[in-house]
């Protein structure tokens, strides 16, 4: 199995960038489609992006299409997110997550239950 580790949250300005990574270890990423959802307090976990194991295929949530971009180094076994434009409704713990590709089937699914693996997440929080 992969284990996966989150990094580069924190606290910023509406308006400004963050870049969060996942770095994967015990099995080589390249394996696993990627996906990140975030959790906002007192709210559910919400999809936001995918990427297959390739790097070929992405697939974004509304409402950060144009502001996020996500991308994957798989010689380095990394994931990682760039967010711009960051907005106080962007405020969560952000979590990366892997699952095997299923042939046939993109986005491969938009709900948390179906990523079989998780990190323990990276805290953003953006001032209004």
């Known amino acids: 199995q992969v284990q996966l580790v989150e990094s580069g949250g924190g606290l910023v300005q509406a308006g400004d960038s963050l870049r969060l990574s996942c770095a994967a270890s015990?099995?080589?990423?390249?394996?696993?489609?990627a996906a990140w959802f975030r959790q906002a307090p007192g709210k559910e976990s919400e999809f936001v992006v995918c990427?297959?194991?390739?790097?070929?295929?992405?697939y974004y949530t509304d409402s950060v299409k144009g502001r996020f971009t996500v991308s994957r180094d798989n010689a380095k076994n990394t994931v990682a997110l760039q967010m711009n434009s960051l907005k106080a409704d962007d405020t969560a713990v952000y979590y990366c997550?892997?699952?095997?590709?299923?042939?046939?089937?993109?986005?491969?699914?938009?709900?948390?239950?179906?990523?079989?693996?998780w990190g323990q997440g990276t805290q953003v929080t953006v001032s209004s």
């Open positions: 015990g099995r080589t990423l390249s394996s696993y489609d």
């Open positions: 990427i297959s194991s390739d790097g070929a295929s992405t």
């Open positions: 997550a892997a699952r095997p590709p299923v042939g046939g089937r993109w986005p491969p699914s938009l709900y948390r239950y179906e990523w079989a693996y």
